[in-house]
């Protein structure tokens, strides 16, 4: 079972991105995402919207509640 630490960790990688790359994006420090990559802090939904639309990618795809990347469409 894929775990959304790894989904994460996967989505940033492939775009060879370094944790400090995201944390300056989300304007938190890189300890506080590395935190929300290994699981010991819950990502707050805005965070989620942020990295979904950063990626390209349903929030759903972050969360492994599909294996589909394909985001929804903006209302």
Request: charged share 30%.
């Amino acid at each position: 079972m894929i775990m959304y630490e790894n989904r994460l960790r996967d989505v940033r990688e492939d775009r060879d991105l370094k944790q400090r790359d995201i944390a300056e994006l989300l304007k938190v420090h890189q300890t506080t995402y590395s935190d929300y990559e290994l699981g010991r802090l819950n990502i707050p939904v805005a965070v989620l919207h942020t990295l979904a639309d950063f990626y390209g990618v349903s929030v759903d795809y972050l969360l492994c509640r599909t294996n589909s990347k394909n985001p929804y469409p903006k209302k």
